[in-house]
């Protein structure tokens, strides 16, 4: 199961360490963030650039949520937690579930191969949403990213997912 702890925006490693070290090795797996990888057009090159998917969330895979809920409310209080009110809540199994298909172990989500066939249609070749197109959205091939529309963490939320294109077989037109 994954609980989410609600940080200070761009305290998540740091507040990763110090959960790690609060917390028990029997009821901890891993703590981590969430990180998506997508290509960025940098003086006329696509590079690979990491970005936090979710900014302020630090991510808890654990079978005891209770237990590390007991455990953080001991903490001291500043710069641990972004809120007063919650300190851990739990992802329900379906949220949990399409995180773990998407991310690895580190909280990694990689990018996406992608193939466009001559009418347009995208075929997933490799990557995390290999099986998902049903939950696509809309994919940006000029940025570079498919949009996935999730509940995530009690709301509706749009996951932008970095493709990469490995082969494009549309018919091209001279302009004019």
């Known amino acids: 199961m994954w609980c989410v702890v609600h940080v200070q925006d761009g305290g998540e490693g740091h507040i990763e360490d110090l959960v790690a070290g609060l917390l028990p090795d029997t009821i901890h797996v891993r703590c981590f963030h969430l990180i998506r990888g997508r290509k960025k057009k940098f003086e006329g090159q696509w ?3 990491y970005e936090n998917l979710f900014p302020g969330y630090v991510f808890i895979d654990t079978d005891e949520p209770d237990r590390v809920y ?5 903490a001291p209080k500043p710069k641990l937690l972004f809120s007063n ?3 851990v809540s739990a992802l329900e199994k379906r949220e949990s579930d399409l995180m773990e298909r998407l991310a690895d172990r580190n909280g990694r989500i990689g990018i996406s191969k992608v193939k466009i066939d001559g009418d347009g249609r995208i075929d997933y070749v490799s990557g995390p949403l290999v ?5 696509v959205r809309r994919v940006n091939l000029h940025k ?9 963490m009690g709301r509706k939320r749009i996951l932008y997912l970095g493709i990469e294109i490995v082969a494009d077989s549309r018919k091209k037109t001279k302009a004019g």
């Open 144 to 152: 570079r990213i498919a949009e996935i529309e999730a509940e995530i």
């Open 70 to 74: 007991q455990e953080l409310k001991k």
């Open 85 to 87: 009110e919650e300190y």
């Open 131 to 135: 099986g998902m197109g049903k939950m």
């Open 47 to 49: 590079q690979t650039v």
